[in-house]
């Protein structure tokens, strides 16, 4: 065996989901939803084409060489996150949403939630969600 690394190595794992949303707040008038939010006020819901990377930093195990076993991450991902979001309305069918606006930077923030609530507590997670190719979050920045 190695001796272990002095530096942090991270993993990323790159995954794709599809969801419409709608940016409103209840406690606006309809003239000032509109002026803040514009287009993605739309009543009838508008949808996006979400890039998502999940990146994990921490030592890796010398006796398995992994910060982390990527099927684990990818089957975390999947079961935690994609099941619940893609081709899901994100207003309507997302508990999470029900209260809360899903801009981009709060889905990102509760896709960390999720995902660290599942993850070995010495490693370091980052989010990062594209809604599209020029406007995207990282969370935590």
């Known amino acids: 065996m190695i001796d272990q690394p002095e530096h942090k190595t991270a993993i990323i794992r790159r995954e794709h989901f599809n969801a419409a949303h709608r940016l409103h707040n209840r406690l606006w008038s309809n003239e000032k939803n509109i002026e803040v939010f514009g287009k993605c006020n739309n009543p009838n819901y508008h949808g996006h084409n979400y890039e998502l990377e999940v990146k994990v930093t921490g030592f890796c195990d010398p ?8 099927k684990k991450l990818s089957n975390l991902i999947k079961i935690e996150v ?3 979001l893609d081709h ?4 309507l069918d997302v508990v999470e949403f029900k209260e809360l606006n899903p801009t981009t930077e709060n889905i990102a923030q ?8 599942r993850l070995d507590k010495k490693l370091e997670l980052k989010i990062t969600l594209y809604e599209t190719t020029r406007n995207f979050v990282e969370y935590p920045a």
């Open 63 to 70: 006796s398995t060489g992994y910060v982390m076993d990527t």
């Open 110 to 117: 509760i896709i960390y939630t999720i995902i660290r609530n």
């Open 82 to 84: 994609l099941d619940k």
């Open 88 to 91: 899901k309305n994100l207003n």
